[in-house]
């Protein structure tokens, strides 16, 4: 006769001896979830100012600013047309070449330190 019973039917239920008080339940939404904003205004940012020549409209500002923005380091680009005013936001200096490079991908424009 073969009474071999496997190990696994041999159920352990864990103890369920906590009581479950019944806790008041919140049918609320949560609109609190954490926000995971990179901070830009962080103290370590730096600014660098520049000056784009060549730019005649806001398309030439957007092609601008879409490229400067692509360089590795950039968090942010301002670019005004009028003076070609460009300020660049990142966390470390930046590369002049690679700032020069980007301007002249976004077109005929040419960029200088300030
Ligand atoms: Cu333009």
Do not use: K, W
């Not at 609190?32 to 962080?42: A, C, E, R, T, V």
């Amino acid at each position: 006769m073969e009474s071999y019973i496997p190990l696994s039917s041999i159920g352990r239920t864990p103890p369920l001896a906590q009581p479950q008080h019944h806790q008041r339940q919140n049918h609320q939404p949560q609109h609190h979830q954490p926000q995971h904003h990179p901070d830009q205004n962080g103290s370590d940012m730096t600014t660098t100012e520049y000056t784009v020549t060549g730019m005649t409209c806001g398309h030439c500002v957007a092609h601008v600013t879409e490229e400067v923005q692509a360089v590795p380091g950039v968090a942010d680009v301002q670019v005004t047309l009028e003076g070609g005013r460009m300020v660049v936001t990142s966390a470390d200096a930046l590369d002049f070449a690679a700032i020069e490079a980007a301007v002249a991908e976004a077109g005929e424009y040419t960029v200088a330190a300030n």
